[in-house]
């Protein structure tokens, strides 16, 4: 149980364009989705809290502009990366938290979401 | 605020060899702390998590980890080494179900065959 899918894997666009990533929790509901972003061999930084029904938390320095997150649904969240750059070439990973059963604050990642602007 | 410091960013064992992660944390309140497992080019796998009670903790693939409260720490080992085991490795802490994982930087281990 407590799966998390991500599509795209992998995405390749030119710079300027926008890209959306999506995140499903498909066998659990969460109020709750956390956006992450890996730089090569480094660790995992908070980009955004998704919550559902309301707008997402952004973390300092990180610009809502440019990384839309909308979360519609217990099940559904979304990163819509605008006018993309190189320098957002990065991988997403998000994750979910069950609604019930969670108060360890454990979660559940989905597979990332590699993007390259050239 | 919490916080996670993994000792050495990169761990190599011989492949039979016992496998030791480090990880202390900092935190104000007691801490839930996680261990996951990252291959390349994937999201992370939860390996195993210490919430109360037992202090040695069990996990998938034959990983364990003792909670050191007076060493602030939640170190990862396994008593034999497989090629598998190749992967990046993080802690990360949480103080409840409110907040979002604060990870380590990560530490890289190879097993040498």
């Known amino acids: 149980g407590a799966v998390v899918s991500q599509h795209p894997s992998w995405v390749i666009c030119k710079s300027g364009t926008s890209v959306k990533i999506e995140c499903r929790s498909l066998?659990?509901?969460?109020?709750?989705m956390f956006w992450y972003r890996q730089f090569p061999k480094q660790s995992l930084m908070l980009m955004a809290t998704?919550?559902?029904?309301?707008?997402?938390?952004?973390e300092q320095g990180v610009e809502k502009d440019k990384f839309l997150i909308n979360h519609a649904s217990l099940t559904l969240s979304t990163l819509t990366v605008t006018s993309a750059h190189p320098e957002d070439s990065s991988f997403y990973i998000c994750?979910?938290?069950?609604?019930?059963?969670?108060?360890?604050?454990?979660?559940?990642f989905g597979e990332g979401s590699r993007l390259t602007v050239l | 605020a919490q916080s996670v410091t993994q000792l050495g960013s990169h761990v190599s064992v011989s492949e039979g060899a016992l496998v030791l992660l480090r990880c202390n944390y900092s935190?104000?309140?007691?801490?839930?702390l996680f261990w996951y497992v990252q291959y390349p080019n994937q999201g992370l796998q939860l390996l195993l998590k210490?919430?109360?009670?037992?202090?040695l903790v069990k996990g998938i693939n034959g990983f364990e980890a003792e909670f050191k409260k007076s060493e602030t720490s939640f170190h990862l080992t396994k008593p034999s080494a497989h090629m598998s085991d190749a992967a990046e490795y993080f802690c990360?802490?949480?103080?409840?179900?409110?907040?979002?994982?604060?990870f380590g930087k990560g530490t890289r281990l190879s097993v040498i065959a």
């Open positions: 990360a802490v949480s103080v409840s179900g409110n907040t979002p994982l604060v």
């Open positions: 210490y919430t109360t009670g037992a202090t």
């Open positions: 066998d659990f509901q969460a109020t709750t």
């Open positions: 998704s919550n559902e029904g309301s707008k997402a938390t952004y």
């Open positions: 935190s104000s309140v007691p801490p839930y």
């Open positions: 994750s979910g938290r069950p609604v019930t059963g969670s108060v360890t604050g454990e979660l559940f």
